[in-house]
């Protein structure tokens, strides 16, 4: 990791400890991060979790098909728009299971 990625990682860090988003961790298990380039130039910050997902039961209620949704939205009269950009960090994990999201980083605060 570059020493500008470094410097972006810390930022996000502490922002994210602030906002009560992440928290310190002492996890036995731990997914590395990653910066994946967006198209406007920036870099989004990535837990690669292929690990995890590779052990995780599936989930045994498929999305519904786009033409089910199409239907269903063509009686519809009322429509509502969400600005949904920081919403997954709102996804409260159940108690007791949130070590297996712990990610690590180049360094200890």
Same mark, same amino acid.
């Given at each position: 990791?570059? @020493? %500008?990625?470094l410097g972006t990682l810390r930022d996000?860090? =502490?922002?994210?400890?602030?906002?009560?988003?992440? *928290?310190?961790?002492?996890?036995?298990? @731990? %997914?590395?991060?990653?910066?994946?380039?967006?198209?406007? =130039?920036?870099?989004?910050?990535?837990?690669?979790? *292929?690990?995890?997902?590779?052990?995780?039961?599936?989930?045994?209620?498929?999305?519904?098909?786009?033409?089910e949704l199409r239907d269903r939205l063509?009686?519809?009269?009322?429509?509502?728009k969400f600005d949904l950009r920081n919403?997954?960090?709102?996804?409260?994990?159940?108690?007791?299971?949130?070590?297996?999201?712990?990610?690590?980083?180049?360094?200890?605060?």
């Open positions: 990791m570059s @020493a %500008s990625d996000y860090i =502490g922002d994210a400890l602030e906002k009560g988003w992440i *928290r310190e961790s002492t996890s036995q298990a @731990a %997914s590395p991060v990653l910066f994946i380039p967006k198209k406007d =130039g920036t870099d989004r910050l990535c837990v690669d979790y *292929r690990k995890l997902n590779d052990i995780t039961i599936k989930d045994r209620y498929p999305l519904p098909l786009a033409t063509r009686k519809a009269k009322i429509f509502s919403g997954f960090h709102l996804i409260r994990m159940k108690e007791g299971e949130e070590w297996k999201t712990a990610f690590r980083t180049y360094w200890v605060s």
